[in-house]
């Protein structure tokens, strides 16, 4: 389908602009991270890039959304799903960056960066900038497939649905959890955090297949299915869970550790009992 809209600033869109498509995406997320960096330096509170990582990601969905070529039903979906996850998460992690303080792994980064941690800190937000450009890729292959929608539509939108709202259930418990005063330094293991030290984690991390279920006929659609790919590596292995059981075991200590020998820590499962 040939292309007859014009792009920002005059940058034509031929049909299937890929590349120029991209090139502002890719831009445009960089100058909004560098927007983002300013707004932390006042406000003197690192954290904030969480609530905006969601936001920027949807924007960038909602863009190729509007400028694609694909099936206009599966691009009202994309759009659709892109914006509820991001409203839902962008306002819950607002939420809970009003309440405290500013979030320890930013805290430590910039204890250890000194002098230099603003300059170290906008060269993070950059690398940030281009983790969301590459998470909006999924949507981006989505919005640009041309296929009929089919079962895997549906199966997308199926997984969609259970883990925004799966997600959404941990979030609230474990803040209903927290709000009591009564369970200050205790290990929350209620309803869902029953089953997995990070349901939360779990259901972020099932979302990232919707899209790609999406994307997986289009051409080159199989590269969707590396976001949930790297979205499990970094909840596991980088900035999810280490990091934040780290700082549990210090604040919560013999009962955390407990917690962990009895529980999954990602996936949803029985309890095991201690040895």
């Given at each position: 389908?040939?292309?007859?809209?014009?792009?920002?600033?005059?940058?034509?869109?031929?049909?299937?602009?890929?590349?120029?498509?991209?090139?502002?995406?890719?831009?445009?997320?960089?100058?909004?991270?560098?927007?983002?960096?300013?707004?932390?330096?006042?406000?003197?509170?690192?954290?904030?890039?969480?609530?905006?990582?969601s936001?920027?990601v949807?924007?960038?969905?909602?863009?190729?959304?509007?400028?694609?070529?694909?099936?206009?039903?599966?691009?009202?979906?994309?759009?659709?799903?892109?914006?509820?996850?991001?409203?839902?998460?962008?306002?819950?992690?607002?939420?809970?960056?009003?309440?405290?303080?500013?979030?320890?792994?930013?805290?430590?980064?910039?204890?250890?960066?000194?002098?230099?941690?603003?300059?170290?800190?906008?060269?993070?937000?950059?690398?940030?900038?281009?983790?969301?450009?590459?998470?909006?890729?999924p949507?981006?292959?989505?919005?640009?497939?041309?296929?009929?929608?089919?079962?895997?539509?549906?199966?997308?939108?199926?997984?969609?649905?259970?883990?925004?709202?799966?997600?959404?259930?941990?979030?609230?418990?474990?803040?209903?959890?927290?709000?009591?005063?009564?369970?200050?330094?205790?290990?929350?293991?209620?309803?869902?955090?029953?089953?997995?030290?990070?349901?939360?984690?779990f259901?972020?991390?099932?979302?990232?297949?919707s899209?790609?279920?999406?994307?997986?006929t289009?051409?080159?659609?199989?590269?969707?299915?590396?976001?949930?790919?790297?979205?499990?590596?970094?909840?596991?292995?980088?900035?999810?869970?280490?990091?934040?059981?780290?700082?549990?075991?210090?604040?919560?200590?013999?009962?955390?550790?407990?917690?962990?020998?009895?529980?999954?820590?990602?996936?949803?499962g029985?309890?095991?009992?201690?040895?």
């Amino acid at each position: 389908m040939t292309m007859t809209l014009v792009a920002f600033w005059g940058l034509p869109l031929f049909d299937k602009p890929w590349p120029t498509m991209l090139a502002i995406a890719f831009f445009v997320v960089l100058l909004a991270f560098s927007v983002i960096w300013y707004l932390q330096k006042r406000l003197g509170d690192a954290g904030i890039a969480d609530v905006f990582w969601s936001l920027t990601v949807a924007s960038l969905g909602l863009f190729y959304c509007i400028v694609g070529y694909g099936s206009p039903a599966r691009r009202w979906l994309a759009a659709g799903m892109i914006f509820v996850w991001a409203m839902r998460l962008s306002f819950h992690l607002f939420t809970r960056w009003q309440r405290t303080p500013e979030d320890p792994r930013y805290r430590d980064l910039k204890k250890k960066w000194g002098k230099q941690a603003q300059a170290r800190l906008f060269r993070f937000y950059q690398f940030q900038a281009i983790g969301c450009f590459l998470f909006s890729i999924p949507v981006f292959l989505a919005a640009n497939n041309s296929a009929d929608l089919g079962w895997l539509d549906i199966a997308g939108v199926a997984i969609f649905a259970i883990a925004v709202i799966g997600e959404a259930i941990a979030d609230s418990q474990l803040a209903r959890f927290k709000r009591d005063p009564c369970n200050h330094d205790k290990v929350c293991r209620e309803g869902l955090w029953r089953y997995s030290r990070h349901p939360n984690y779990f259901f972020e991390w099932l979302h990232w297949f919707s899209y790609g279920l999406m994307a997986i006929t289009a051409p080159m659609g199989w590269l969707s299915l590396l976001a949930p790919a790297a979205m499990f590596y970094f909840l596991t292995r980088k900035t999810g869970i280490p990091i934040t059981e780290e700082n549990a075991v210090k604040s919560k200590g013999d009962d955390y550790r407990e917690y962990q020998k009895t529980t999954n820590a990602f996936f949803l499962g029985p309890r095991r009992k201690q040895t």
